[in-house]
């Protein structure tokens, strides 16, 4: 069957698979519905290489290089020193072209640093796949699925390749991608005629179309660029381009401040000419320098490469961004909606109660470890002389697909956690699981399906009986029995035990669950759902627990100091999910919304009744659409959990939808915003607090890129409007700017989370992103750069400098001071003036290293007197200097120090504010 013979694996201009039986494709593809083994599908995946679609090829480095240059400042710039070149000014005509080269290099490298984050990122989001292998049902990397392979495919799934369908239950997938229709197809194993169109091979399932309901299995035919979407070239499933609103915002502030600023200089330029009597050359080069001081050309960069070091950062701690708007969202997030289990809980579900008709039985152990003991009454029993118990642990195993593993010493479960438990029980049983399902073969089987809250199995036993055994939601469970097993025979349901025992287990925090079983005829070979509804005999009800993650309770107390109010949705019993839910310390606890109390209620009283209540039991994905709708009415910000297909359009639906990056399905991985690569929920805290942190550092790019280009430009203004020779030339300006946006401004986006950031109550989604906080923090900054600047000039005047000299001092001061306010901008309300303030970055430490080497540089060295016509300067000046830029500092802290005194004053009066 893995003969080095192979004819054919991939289909190319080849057979028209969906016109051959089942048999002729295994044949054709040298495979069996035993799958391949793994020396077999190595060399295959040698031979065709991954299965992935080539990606685009990439812009040529030279190109991107130049697109730099594609923008309005850089036009200005171009055209200033193409004037400044005609009129004979070839020092200054240099600089302004070495300022636009050294711009587009810092451009050029920022841009390859974001597509290199956004690369990594579309690489954590690989899917996989189930496959057979040597015999054994394994998960691999869809990216190693082989031609040959035997896929299984269940609801949630993604197809991961093209494949012919073999066998297949209910099963429908949507190729709405292929096809453009919006009904998912519903698919069967038997061939279709040759010349069928793409949306009527009803046997085939296509690469990248998703498995919307049922269940099926099929061998592989086409992977990468030999699949219908490789044909068609569609790139699926990436993330999208490096921008979110609020940098499309930016830069569209950007160009028409542009704009206003070449105006403004214009009429500087009239101004200076007509009125002042300058020479228009020279006020045509103090325009250009007013234009350039002014317009914040590094600000969308900056931005640009804060967002993707924000996103890196996430994704190093397990939050994978799938669209980049989330990252400003994260900010606003005002409650969270998670699911309980695997993200709240540790995912290690532990069976700790039996119940049988006759008695309740503890069992001892925790997790997968297949040791531990049964206690009735406090006292060990011995299962096998318990009949009820053994069958119950039998049939458990039987009804599940979860296995048991044990890897360097460690337990873990391949498959369904809450199947795992079930199987672990019957291993502490006794229960042999080999020569169980030997002597219990399955024939049939009825996935779980959330709407149905069931999951049913079809065996023929070696003696010649056949049972079906149904396991699933007690509610569920009971009303399709009308029989419990005891020891001489079946005996009518006796409701009231059952509910009793249910209470007595779900007061201890425990999960129930049902198992029920019914003889059938042995010529009996499929089931039907609908022969299922009554008649059944239960076996008995389990209680599992699946313990709070530590973590996760920590994680609840930071978003709750964060003023976010954390909800939570179960499918448990209301006592099951108030019990965790305290556990957690979760605030409103006292009572639990049921879903069927939830589908009773009008949307008016559902919108009323969300804001009172966090816990939401016996909840079905269905209900979560009508959360988050009911919760977004009263004005939250809302992020929700989800990872079944269900879920989809509930994570639509939400401000953020988080998807679960181990557990969840591929449905619902396309419907968030984001994946949680560990399922854990306090990766969910950690988002928003990156998120929050993003946030601040864009904000922290704005206020000190705009007061430090507005000082600039005043300065020139002042100069002009006072008759007064410039105290800072254009190229100067020119040198400034560049030295500064490369440096100290970058640094910036390298700002680690602040200290109070996670105490802070949500941003509104609608704050503007010029605050009246931020509009007066610039118009103050600026003034203070402008009075020291041209201050300190018109004192060095005054005492004799010359004007090169002063116009030296003038620039340093100028540099010192955004040295001394970057220190300021570090942290937007908090107090600097401590060690983790001033010392706390080795970005902007390194930053101010490199800013006064090279301004040491631009005073001392000989080549940058001659370039930019500087003078040296004696230790008295730069003690003024340093004197003069050091009060912005002070000044800034002073001024944070009156807003929290106000903030503590007003929060005093109002402690909701």
Known sequence: MHGKDQRRTTPGPGPAWHALSAEAVLSECRASPDGLDGEEAARRLAAHGPNRLRPPKPRNPLLRFLVQFHNVLIYVLLAAGVVTTL????????VIFGVVVVNAIVGFIQEGKAEKALDAIRNMLSATATVVRD??????PATQVVPGDVVFLQSGDKVPADMRLLRVRSLQIQEAALTGESVPADKESVQVAVDAALGDRTCMAYSSTLVTYGQGSGVVVATGDGTEIGRISAMLGQVEALTTPLVRQMAVFSRWLTLAILVVAALTFLFGYAVRGYPAADMFLAAVGLAVAAIPEGLPAIMTITLAIGVQRMAARNAIVRRLPAVETLGSVSVICSDKTGTLTQNEMTAQAVATARHLFEVTGVGYAPTGSFLLDGIEVEPEHRQLLTRLAEGAALCSDAVIREKEGHWFVDGDPTEGALVTLALKAGVDMAALHRAWPRTDEIPFESEHRFMATLHHGADGGAIVLVKGAPERILTMCTWQRSYAEDEPLDLDYWQGRMQEIASRGQRLLALAVRNVHPDQRALVRDDLAEGLTLLGVFGLLDPPRQEAIAAVTRCQDAGIRIKMITGDHTGTAISIARNLGLVHTTAALSGSELEAMDDDTLRARVRDVDVFAR??????????????????????????????????????????????????????????????????????????????????????????????????????????????????????????????????????????????????????????????????????????????????????????????????????????????????????????????????????????????????????????????MDAVAWLWVVAVASTVLFAVEAEKWVLRRWAARAARRDPDL
């Open 87 to 94: 009129l004979g000014h070839w020092v200054d005509a240099g």
């Open 135 to 140: 015999g054994q049902r394994i998960a691999i």
């Open 619 to 872: 909840a079905s994905p269905e209900h979560k659409l009508r959360l988050v709708r009911a919760i977004q009415a009263n004005g939250q910000v809302l992020a929700m959990t989800g990872d079944g297909v269900n879920d989809a359009p509930a994570l639509k639906q939400a401000d953020i939808g988080v998807a679960m990056g181990l557990k969840g399905t591929e449905a619902a991985k396309e419907a968030a915003e984001m994946v949680l690569a560990d399922d854990n929920f306090a990766t969910i805290s950690h988002a928003v607090e990156e998120g929050r942190t993003v946030y601040d550092n864009l904000k922290k790019a704005i206020i000190f890129i705009l007061p430090t280009n507005g000082g600039e430009a005043l300065t020139i203004i002042a100069a002009i409007l006072l008759g007064r020779v410039l105290p800072i030339t254009a190229v100067q300006i020119l040198w400034v700017n560049m030295i500064t946006a490369v440096t100290l401004a970058l640094a910036l986006a390298f700002e680690p989370v602040e200290a109070d950031v996670m105490k802070r109550h949500p941003r509104a989604p609608d704050e503007p992103l010029l605050s009246p906080f931020l509009t007066w923090r610039i118009v103050f900054v600026s003034l203070i750069l402008v009075a020291g600047t041209f201050g300190l000039y018109v004192y060095e005047r005054s005492g004799g400098a010359e004007v090169a000299a002063a116009r030296t001092v003038a620039v340093n001061t100028l540099v010192f001071f955004e040295i001394f306010y970057l220190f300021n901008t570090r942290f937007l309300r908090g107090p600097v003036l401590n060690r983790r303030g001033l010392a706390g970055s080795r970005a902007v430490l390194a930053a101010v290293a490199i800013v006064i080497f090279f301004q040491l540089l631009f005073t001392y060295a000989p080549p940058m007197q001659v370039l930019f016509d500087t003078r040296p």
